[in-house]
């Protein structure tokens, strides 16, 4: 098992490229399902949730190869309806093979996700809208049945308690793009994510209207054919890189990135003092962090609102900003995992109900800490970069699922972040 050894050396500088986006090209491989034909997917980010991904279509039957760096060929001849409890407890996001395979086979065995570290993610919308449009739902062993055999277009509310969802509304719509008559789901996610796929899914032949709003109507097709799709850019990894440049006090351009994604942390930055110059048609943002910051409050929420996807970076960059920040989380009111880590560190932060309090300190001093899931994992990273002294990230295993070599990207801009195996730590680091 590898560990991160960070050292806080001062700005970062330069420029560099953000991937393509986890969450979009998870849905975008189980949308191969859909059709017979071939698929190739460009600029896929090398994550372990993506190989794993590919793993998923593997044993559903598909034939999934990496061809060269970033393009994958995926082609789903034939296919199985089960996708075994091995395999989807591993992953959350492999539930989204359930709204492919009810479209094409009109039937599905799933394994119910588990249990999850940044709070509950029940999937009551998923099957609530499989239900509205005819199919029969069992819950057997752990699985989830569907039976979609009488399966018909109808209207679908995907509205919660914490606004629309977003794997549930892929998964509503790759199971509509097949389903016979027409299908309106109101109170669709509209994350870029979102968008993309059903991009992709109007190059294979669906008609998918309203896309980037929250009403989408779906005129069900026979079949759907293959097509090649560029994965957008992963505006979550684009962020987390933008907040790097601003926690050192840096000047960093991150490339490959669509500003109208990033509107939210442009805001929260340029409010807290950071110098943001978005250039739309060159598809890049420049971060210029060399005045005085100031506290901003943070609340998330579905885009384009605040994503919780940055709020724990957040949470680092304020830890380090002089005066008193409020972070409400809305999505997942528990996902404060990184904040007792941050607070090794030195932050003051006290946790209120689903709000983190942050009384920003002059600065942090590096420690051994814990990743406990993907984001918690980066805010650590980001508060290793502003500390002083050495900061040993474990567990980065959580990292390497959602970010495409985060080290070597920072390392590239300046700053002194080492992989190495757990056994270069000091002992009395090591966690057992
Ligand atoms: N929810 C329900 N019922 C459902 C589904 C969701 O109550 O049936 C609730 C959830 O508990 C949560 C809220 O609705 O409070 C939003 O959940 P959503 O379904 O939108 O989340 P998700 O689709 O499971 C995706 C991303 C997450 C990201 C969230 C919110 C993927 C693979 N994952 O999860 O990404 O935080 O949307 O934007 O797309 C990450 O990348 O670190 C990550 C966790």
Not at 125 to 146: D, N, Q, S, T, W
Not at 405 to 414: H, I, M, N, T
């Amino acid at each position: 098992m590898d560990v991160l050894r960070i050292e806080g050396n001062g700005p970062l500088k330069g420029t560099v490229s953000a991937s393509g986006a986890k969450n979009a090209v998870l849905p975008i491989f189980a949308a191969c399902l859909l059709t017979a034909e071939e698929c190739t997917i460009e600029n896929v980010p090398d994550l372990s949730d993506v190989r794993f991904m590919g793993e998923i279509l593997k044993a559903l039957g598909a034939s999934v190869k990496r061809v060269s760096p970033g393009v994958w060929k995926i082609k789903a001849e034939q296919i199985g309806h089960v996708a075994p409890y091995e395999l989807v407890r591993k992953m959350r996001a492999s539930i989204c093979v359930m709204g492919p395979l009810v479209g094409r086979l009109r039937r599905a065995r799933v394994s119910m996700p588990g249990g999850c570290v940044i709070g509950q993610r029940p999937i009551d919308l998923h099957l609530k809208g499989l239900a509205r449009l005819g199919c029969k739902i069992g819950i057997h062993g752990g699985y989830v049945e569907v039976d979609g055999s009488a399966i018909h277009g109808d209207y679908v509310f995907l509205g919660g308690r914490q606004g629309p969802t977003v794997t549930g509304s892929e998964n509503m719509i790759m199971t509509a793009v097949l389903t016979p008559g027409v299908t309106r789901i109101e109170s669709a996610a509209c994350e870029p994510e979102v968008q993309d796929m059903c991009e992709m899914l109007v190059k294979m032949g669906a008609k998918i209207e309203g896309i980037g709003s929250h009403y989408l109507k779906i005129t069900g097709v026979e079949a759907l054919g293959g097509c090649t799709h560029r994965v957008v850019p992963d505006r979550i990894e684009a962020g987390t890189l933008m907040v790097a440049g601003a926690i050192t006090g840096g000047d960093v351009t991150v490339e490959n990135v669509i500003p109208g994604h990033m509107r939210s942390l442009i805001d929260k930055l340029e409010e807290c003092g950071v110098t943001c110059e978005p250039d739309p048609v060159k598809q890049k943002i420049r971060v210029i962090g060399d005045k005085p910051r100031k506290s901003v409050d943070i609340v998330t929420l579905p885009h384009p609102g605040f994503p919780t996807d940055l709020q724990a970076q957040m949470c680092a960059l304020m830890a380090v900003t002089p005066g008193l920040s409020i972070v409400t989380e809305r999505i997942y009111p528990n996902r404060f995992m990184h904040v007792p880590e941050l607070q090794r560190m030195g932050a003051d932060i006290a946790i209120e109900g689903p709000s983190a309090i942050i009384h920003g300190v002059e600065g942090l001093s590096g420690a051994p800490v814990m990743a406990s899931d993907l984001r918690a994992s980066a805010a650590l990273v980001l508060a290793g970069l502003a500390a002083s002294g050495e900061t040993w990230v474990q567990r980065i295993y959580h990292l390497d699922r959602g970010y495409d070599r985060l080290d070597v990207k920072l390392r590239a801009l300046g700053a002194t972040i080492d992989r190495m195996p757990v056994e270069s730590m000091p002992v009395s680091y090591i966690d057992e």
